[in-house]
């Protein structure tokens, strides 16, 4: 029995926006439980349900120490029903019986080996289960027509699904940072998405591009494309009008430089970095001058990794020296700079709760393009992140404290 004097008892703003949510989690797992559900849910387009668990793993993601009872989650917002049962088989028995049956459910492990390809969602994975289609060999087998995404997902499906490291992303940048000044000097690059919130590895990398001189960056996202395709960074491309947020914006819907908004989903070919390439050699050589030393170690060697060693001291390695990394591309004009850097920086449950609280509270809403005060009928101008939380009346958040 504890006794409740003792009980750390925590409080939590309602909204995640409110919060610092930095990428230490003392309750990694109950938001891994949680989040679980939620991909469940979003995969089996239950959006409201999978909201519902993002809120609910966010809010555990916020508190400053390991849960060990539930009394301590009296009186927390976004705990609901369904997720607080969850806590409490986790707690009580070490592990959720929902959680584990939906782990090893047919149907969720085929839709997130059939989601994992680039280019495929949740209704194209449904209607190739509804076929028969449960992973990537029946999918090559069954003759199913694939766009071009799909067909570039499915090619570099092995390297897409292994994480982004920070090095490989700072490695990137330095690519996008060379094309960009190359096509339009004075031209900015930002590295938006999980690594500017500190994250280590990523599913991608996203950067955000302006130049300081309004309407300097029309016409910015062919020339840079050009320029990657004519260097063979591109393993696939395509180029679209921003259109995530166009037809929601009602009257917050803003002026024709909205046009100008262009993104681009890619797949670059990211080669080996040269110092590891001569450093794996110098390995090699180590290897071989201690395997002389020693007068048994032929024997003791295995025999493939020796010849193989041998063998890359005298050719070219033999292993492949680049890999496939999925990387966006965001151009935004400079006076919706804040925004888009805002709406790109994440998380996606932060950028959702910041619309909500935009919405419900302010009565504004925020795109990343703009704010619109609805009661005031007007746009609120910002040129920084700093802005924008004073106008939404919220107190800033570093994208640091954003991984809700
Ligand atoms: P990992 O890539 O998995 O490390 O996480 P991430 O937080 O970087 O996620 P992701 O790359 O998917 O998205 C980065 C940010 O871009 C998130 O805040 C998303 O909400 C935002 N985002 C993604 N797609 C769109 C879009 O089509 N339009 C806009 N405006 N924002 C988007
Ligand atoms: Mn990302
Ligand atoms: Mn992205």
New binding site residues.
């Given amino acids: 029995q504890i006794n409740e004097a003792e009980v750390v008892l925590f409080s939590v703003p309602s909204y995640a926006c409110q919060r610092r949510t930095t990428l230490d989690n003392h309750n990694t797992t109950l938001t891994d439980a949680l989040s679980l559900l939620a991909e469940n849910a979003e995969l089996s387009e239950e959006d409201g349900r999978g909201v519902a668990f993002r809120r609910a793993a966010a809010v555990l993601k916020a508190l400053p120490a390991p849960v060990t009872a539930m009394s301590q989650l009296r009186g927390l917002p976004c705990l609901g029903d369904h997720s607080l049962r969850v806590i409490k088989d986790i707690l009580e028995n070490e592990a959720s019986d929902e959680v584990e049956s939906t782990k090893q459910s047919e149907r969720f492990k085929a839709l997130k080996v059939l989601t994992g390809i680039f280019g495929v969602g949740a209704k194209t994975a449904d209607r190739w289960i509804r076929d028969g289609i449960h992973n990537l060999h029946q999918l090559r087998e069954s003759g199913a027509a694939l766009n071009r995404a799909q067909q570039a997902g499915l090619e570099h499906y092995d390297d897409l699904k292994q994480q982004v490291t920070k090095a490989e992303a700072d490695a990137i940048t330095e690519i996008v940072q060379e094309a960009v000044i190359s096509v339009l000097p004075g031209a900015q690059v930002v590295l938006t998405?999980?690594?500017r919130r500190g994250k280590q590895t990523?599913?991608?990398?996203?950067f955000l591009i302006t130049h300081p001189e309004e309407g300097r960056e029309v016409g910015l996202m062919p020339k840079i494309v050009f320029w990657l395709e004519s260097k063979g960074f591109l393993l696939y491309q395509k180029t679209t009008r921003n259109s995530y947020l166009e037809v929601k914006d009602g009257p917050g819907r803003p002026s024709s430089n909205m046009d100008r908004f262009e993104r681009c989903l890619s797949i670059f070919k990211l080669a080996e970095k040269e110092e590891r390439a001569i450093k794996v050699t110098e390995n090699t050589v180590k290897t071989k001058d201690s395997v002389r030393d020693h007068t048994q170690s032929e024997t003791d060697q295995d025999p493939q990794s020796h010849s193989y060693e041998r063998h890359e001291l005298t050719n070219p390695p033999v292993h492949r020296r680049w890999r496939a990394v999925r990387v966006?591309l965001v151009v935004s004009p400079i006076s919706q700079f804040a925004f888009a850097l805002l709406g790109w920086t994440?998380s996606k449950l932060f950028e959702r709760e910041l619309r909500r609280w935009a919405g419900h509270v302010k009565a504004m809403s925020l795109s990343s393009h703009a704010l619109y005060d609805n009661k005031q009928s007007r746009y609120l101008r910002a040129a920084s992140e700093e802005e924008i939380f004073a106008h939404l009346g919220l107190e800033y958040i570093p994208p640091s404290e954003r991984n809700a």
């Fill in positions: 998405g999980g690594f990523g599913h991608d990398v996203d966006d994440g």
